[in-house]
């Protein structure tokens, strides 16, 4: 699957040469001279940076390879960019071989975070699909001299109004004779011609999934590859102040002992440092992690404890804060009001926590570097690894196997990093090998939080003035050594963007300290500011005496266009033209009213039953959840089934897009029920899923019902926005079922109590 398109290829022997004078402009973003702190989260297409690209290639055999830049976790994105291409070039699906392309900057933007793959690429690969077409029927006129606009290409085959017919396979060398068209005059297809696009298409790579053939990271085999297991600093910041590695020399099958320097400045995607194991085999690597004696300097870090550091947050949000948004006069209502709803909430630190933990295989030779990794990022790895060898970016080469999971954790290349370094140490080839243990005690967290919301309600219980504070360890602190500010990226997840429809509305942010790695998960900010407002939403409807559906909508009001900046506030839309995605309150109505349809809502439910919703919009779509649970005398917790409906614009597979919505429904009682990651000294307090619980079968609903709203806007993200609305929904449900509100997550034991 890492190969390079071995035959000739149509754009890099073609299209480079006449983009060069403007005859095709075949649109690749770029991340330009964004600085190496900030990568993997800000990157943006860069209109400065367009330049021909590598996506297409026919085979002398006419199969179609189509290269994917973007990295396969589980979404489905290879068989999203097969689709796309091949129905614009009007390509037979079982003449179509996807490519897995390798870290390099001519792709563009490789970083597959954001739910923005499909967003970020749709037309450039229609585009490109549509020029290939075009060189083929245009080929064919030439063959037989004919008018192209007679000429007509259909499944790998053009035919002319004659009836007389040519296959791609034939064409091959007569395409390479014809211009591409300018981008202007390319005709790509109307949703009606689509064949691929939007429609529910099997996973391309399905086969190889079932069968054990698909590679992933741990699946790389180099002959002459050692194994290294990695003791890390238990504290982030921490050194080595000694060790003793008499014992470990001593187990057969290890090789040698080698520490990793610290990091310098900020984390970034630095390695931790540490003692690693050098080993025949990964068995002879663990014995002698086990046998290793270290003592640690755990430096500023190691009086982090998670109670005490709660206790700071919920303090800091009760008091002013800097502002965010401001309408109205907030306080001024707040401080006159008599029915007023004030509520604390919290969410603790998260973990990723992907099936497959991380692991790369690198080969450092005099000049270069190849690696193997499960990352989500080649050009992140890239830049990593160059700075820690002191090489140049250009002579790192990064091969992109399959991921188990991703859920950001591996944005972000340390495990590349240290393999590289080890062998550039050991001098042969080093595959680094995290265990679950390690993943879950030494990862780049989601943020702790605390949330302070106060809201006035008028005479008819509807909000008349609205105050928001939140605090978190902010993502900024990976990149900017100490920084207590969250970035304006982190505050428009959910924050800044929030759609309550009040004459008085004040939003404001604490500094917060990080002494853990924070980086991005799934649906990242999105989680903890979703569960804050649409749980106070449910509660409000409660104080007001009103149905949490019909009050829900009253409360985001009418439809209509919202932009946050007449409101004094900085907010960049996901990176999306305001414009093309409008923060659309229309479109949350409708999913709300869709869902609400769906789980017949309204409906009598037994004692210990019932129903909780939720909407969000984030990564640019629109999401709405019921979720309908049963709480028992004794406080057990059951969900019995979530309804979704989801309008993401645009969608290429139906079926992924079900998919993933149900896999972040999922995703979403993980934030519920986890009992999220603590601190003691420093130290992460655990170390499994036996202690930072996944959901199990029996804590998932039977059904997660979907339903996509069918629309013309613009392709939005797909992957994460339906994880922020399911604590939400699960908690108000349980409001519902049995009369216990939820403010702090987890739920672990609230409702025995």
Known sequence: MNQDNKYFDLNRRKFLKTSAIGALV???????SAPRAIAGVLEQPSELAKRANLFIALRPDGMVEITCHRSEMGQQIRTAIAQIVADEMEAAWDKVIVIQGKGDPK??????DGSRSIRYNMQRLREMGASVRYMMQHAAAKYWNVDPQTCTANQHVVTHSSGKSLTYKDLIDLALTITPPEADKLTLKTRKEWRYINTGMAHIDLADLVTGKAIFAADVREPQ?????????????GVVKSFDASATKAINGVIDVIEIPAPKGAPQFQPKGGIAIIAKNTWAAWQGRKALKVVWDDGKNGDYNSEEFKKSLLKTVQTPQANIRDKGDAMGVLAKSSNKLVADYYAPHLAQA?????????????DSVDIWAATQNPQADMKTVAAMLGMDESKINVHVTMLGGGFGRKSKPDFSAEAAYLSMKVGKPIRVQWTREDDIQHGFYHAVSAQHIEASLDKNGAIESYLHRTAFSPITSTFSEGATTPGSFELRLGFTDNPINTPNMKLENGDAQAKARIGWMRSVSNIFHAFAIQSFIGEAAHKAGRDQKDYLLDTIGPSRIVDVTEQNATYDNYGGDKAVYPLDIGRLRHVIEKVADMSKWGRELPKGRGLGIAAHRSFLTYVATVVEVEVSDAGDLKVIKSWVAIDAGTVVNTDTVKNQTQGGSIYGITTAISDGITFDKGRVQQSNFHDYRVPRMSDSPLEIEVEIVQSDAPPAGVGEPSTPVYAPALCNAIFAACGKRIRQLPIGNQLKA
Do not use: H, S
């Open 225 to 237: 590859a050692l194994v290294a297991i990695i003791e890390r600093p238990p504290v982030v910041g």
């Open 107 to 112: 792709y563009g933007d490789q970083n597959t």
């Open 354 to 366: 992907p099936m497959e933990p991380p692991c790369a295989t690198a080969m450092y030779n005099k």
């Open 26 to 32: 075949l649109g690749t973003y770029f991340v330009g």
